[in-house]
Nanobody
Framework: QVQLRETGGGLVQAGGSLRLSCAAS?????????TAWFRQAPGKEREFVAA????????HYADSVKGRFTISRDNAENTVYLQMNDLKAEDTAVYYC?????????????????WGQGTQVTVSS
């Protein structure tokens, strides 16, 4: 049974920083394809934020977070991170970690096989 668990969400003022963590259990991250972060704001569809390949050497970001967010992974700790800097009110959402078994495709929700329960990030302006 594969489980993903996100931690690190919270309330922060605009311009502040948070680091989210996604810990995997039941299987090692290195045996997956890419791992990603998505987010979903109230009344909106879940959207892609960032993804990292299994080695950590290749990353991809949504334009809205490029230059502010950094995704990374530590396969020894079986954990993927999302460092979020210069947070804005529009970053407020539930953030989800997702993992997939295949390599092709990284930005669509239907491409992912495993999901965490999400962690709330609230940015006050």
């Amino acid at each position: 049974q594969v489980q993903l668990r996100e931690t690190g969400g919270g309330l922060v003022q605009a311009g502040g920083s948070l680091r989210l963590s996604c810990a995997a259990s039941g299987r090692t991250f290195s045996s997956y394809g890419p791992t990603a972060w998505f987010r979903q704001a109230p009344g909106k569809e879940r959207e892609f934020v960032a993804a990292v390949n299994w080695s950590g050497r290749s990353t991809h970001y949504a334009d809205s977070v490029k230059g502010r967010f950094t995704i990374s992974r530590d396969n020894a700790e079986n954990t993927v991170y999302l460092q979020m800097n210069d947070l804005k009110a529009e970053d407020t959402a539930v953030y989800y970690c997702a993992a997939k078994n295949t390599i092709v495709g990284i930005t669509q929700t239907y491409e992912y096989d495993y999901w965490g329960q999400g962690t709330q990030v609230t940015v006050s302006s």
